[in-house]
């Protein structure tokens, strides 16, 4: 009898990391191509030296974790989303401007905007975007992501997962270096 080898597959926990590099990735990709269409030309978007919008990751983890119980429950999902996500980009808006006295984002001049660090216009966003994330991208990445994974051998994603996080670490310490100098 032939003896099968088990697929050995990162941890849930590094599963969730790649899933914040992915989506980090992606929410650096749409800011920047956002400010292209917008102001016809790139603009470094973001916090971090490398192309990361770590707010995006951090935001697609939450949605996954304590959101996606409310797949294919939409009016939920939106009213949830909206709240949680608005709570979130105002504490985050705040953080980086009582550490960095900078803004990142500015909503002075949107339809009710509280302290310009979230609109209405943003938080009706957030709702949408998490129907459409909950609902057909996280599933359709995941399925994508597992595939890839599957042809990658297991000490590479390891070694991918320890790579990715070193170099965000480094990142994040020198951006803040160079923020505060």
């Avoid at 990162?10 to 749409?30: C, D, E, K, P």
């Avoid at 070694?159 to 505060?180: G, M, P």
Wanted: aromatic fraction near 22%.
């Amino acid at each position: 009898m032939k003896k099968t080898k088990k697929k050995v597959r990162l941890s849930r926990v590094q599963t969730y990391i790649l899933y914040f590099f992915v989506f980090a990735f992606m929410g650096w990709l749409m800011e920047t191509i956002y400010a292209i269409f917008t102001l016809g030309h790139f603009v470094k978007r973001g916090f971090l030296y490398g192309p990361l919008c770590p707010i995006y990751g951090y935001g697609a983890l939450m949605l996954i974790l304590f959101l996606g119980k409310y797949k294919h429950k939409d009016l939920q999902l939106f009213i949830y989303a909206a709240i949680i996500f608005s709570a979130f980009e105002y504490i985050v808006s705040f953080g980086l401007d009582a550490l960095f006295s900078m803004h990142w984002w500015d909503y002075t001049g949107e339809f009710m905007n509280l302290n310009g660090r979230i609109s209405i216009f943003y938080s009706f966003a957030w709702g949408i975007i998490a129907i459409l994330f909950i609902n057909h991208v996280y599933p359709f990445l995941k399925k994508k992501m597992n595939w890839i994974l599957s042809k990658i051998p297991y000490s590479l994603q390891t070694l991918s997962v320890k790579l990715f996080s070193s170099v965000f670490i480094v990142d994040t310490i020198a951006s803040c270096v160079r923020y505060l100098v």
